[in-house]
C-alpha cells in the first residue's frame, strides 16, 4: 500500500523559508515523478513543482520560479520542498503526489497522480 507523508509545514513570517518533506514507503521511489500541490482556503488545489523520477526534469508554476525548489532523495524515499522568500500568498495545505505509472512525468497534469498525502499546512503572516 502506497503511503506519502509530509511534513515541515507551519508558521512563518514573510520573507522566511520552510522545507517540506514527502516521505513515501509501498512504492519503488526511484521509479515515481512526484509533485507538490498546494491548497488555499477557498480556492481550488493547484500545481506547485514537479520533478521526474531520474531527478533530471523538474517544473515549477511561475508564482514560484526562483523562490522554491524541489529535490528528491532515493535513499530516504523522500521528496522536498524548499520554499524561501515566502508571501502571504504561499499561505496554504501543501500536498506531495506520486504519479500513477513509473517513469512518467507527469508535470502539472494532476489527474496523472494517483497517490496523495494528507497535507501539511504552511501559513505564512506579515
Known amino acids: 500500500q502506497v503511503q506519502l507523508v509530509e511534513s515541515g509545514g507551519g508558521l512563518v513570517q514573510v520573507g522566511g523559508s520552510l522545507r517540506l518533506s514527502c516521505a513515501a514507503s509501498?512504492?519503488?521511489?526511484?521509479?515515481?515523478?512526484m509533485a507538490w500541490f498546494r491548497q488555499a482556503a477557498g480556492k481550488e488545489r493547484e500545481f506547485v513543482a514537479a520533478?521526474?523520477?531520474?531527478?533530471?526534469?523538474?517544473d515549477f508554476v511561475d508564482s514560484v520560479k526562483g523562490r522554491f525548489t524541489i529535490s528528491g532523495d532515493n535513499a530516504k524515499n523522500t521528496v522536498y520542498l524548499q520554499m524561501n522568500s515566502l508571501k502571504p500568498e504561499d499561505t496554504a495545505v501543501y500536498y506531495c503526489?506520486?504519479?500513477?505509472?513509473?517513469?512518467?512525468?507527469?508535470?502539472?497534469?494532476?489527474?496523472?497522480?494517483?497517490?496523495w498525502g494528507q497535507g501539511t499546512r504552511v501559513t505564512v503572516s506579515g
Open positions: 503526489a506520486a504519479d500513477r505509472r513509473v517513469q512518467r512525468y507527469s508535470g502539472r497534469i494532476s489527474g496523472n497522480y494517483a497517490y
Open positions: 509501498g512504492l519503488t521511489f526511484s521509479t515515481y515523478s
Open positions: 520533478i521526474s523520477w531520474s531527478g533530471d526534469r523538474t
